[in-house]
């Protein structure tokens, strides 16, 4: 596709379910980016990966998150026993190359956790 | 910790006013600024990039880096209702290091 992917486009989940959310990014794209944003909030940096290197886990707010990134290609994001504050948009975004000159991000997934 | 610091309006602003937006950042080592703009309901897109201090001009887009005040600011020249969203100030100090994002402020242009 022409531009990053991510599915589901929404989730409703109930508390403690695991969930896992996928992105595509744009094809030959090193970077790969996981950021969440909450109603209202600014962008809230998870993780990111670049190319072979180990990937950036800083963001991530617990242990209970966690991604991979196959082939340097499709990403996945799981997040287990689910939360009510993990309620969020969570947001992939993919650039070309090392530097962050452009990210393109897709359209997001809505997750809702009940 | 790195943060990116901006007011969240709303801002409002009458059609053909100038709009300033403006960022601070914390981390001295930052390199690279951007401003993505993002529609309600949508995602961000990138509209302007900034790496030296001074100005950069693009069409109806200004931004301005003052490094020494660790400033970063978005003029929007000729305001017009399209421009109504959400402006993300983002700063990294490099190539490997991630995007951090303020938490934007809200544009509101007023026909």
């Known amino acids: 596709g022409a531009g990053v992917s991510q599915s589901p486009s929404n989730k409703v989940t109930e508390k403690g379910k695991d969930v896992e959310l996928r992105c595509d990014p744009i094809?030959?794209?090193?970077?790969l980016y996981w950021y969440r944003q909450s109603l209202g909030q600014g962008l809230e940096f998870l993780i990111y990966f670049q190319g072979n290197s180990a990937p950036d886990k800083s963001g991530l707010p617990s242990d209970r998150f966690s991604a991979e990134r196959t082939g340097g290609s499709v990403s996945t994001l799981t997040i287990q026993r689910t939360q009510q504050e993990d309620s969020a948009v969570y947001l992939c975004?993919?650039?070309?190359?090392?530097?962050?000159?452009?990210?393109?991000f897709g359209s997001g997934t809505q997750l809702s956790v009940l | 910790q790195k943060e990116v610091e901006q007011n969240s309006g709303p801002l409002s602003v009458p059609e053909g006013a100038i709009a300033s937006l403006n960022c601070t950042y914390s981390d001295r080592g930052s390199q690279s600024f951007f401003w993505y703009r993002q529609y309600s309901g949508k995602s961000p897109e990138l509209i302007m990039s900034?790496?030296?201090?001074g100005d950069k001009e693009d069409g109806r887009f200004t931004a301005q880096l003052n490094k020494a005040s660790q400033y970063v600011s978005l003029l929007i020249r000729d305001s017009q209702p399209s421009d109504s969203a959400t402006y993300l100030c983002?700063?990294?100090?490099?190539?490997?290091?991630?995007?951090?994002f303020g938490k934007g402020t809200r544009l509101s242009v007023i026909a």
């Open positions: 983002a700063a990294t100090s490099s190539g490997n290091t991630p995007l951090v």
């Open positions: 900034i790496y030296s201090n």
């Open positions: 975004a993919s650039s070309r190359d090392r530097g962050p000159e452009k990210l393109f």
């Open positions: 094809s030959g794209h090193t970077a």
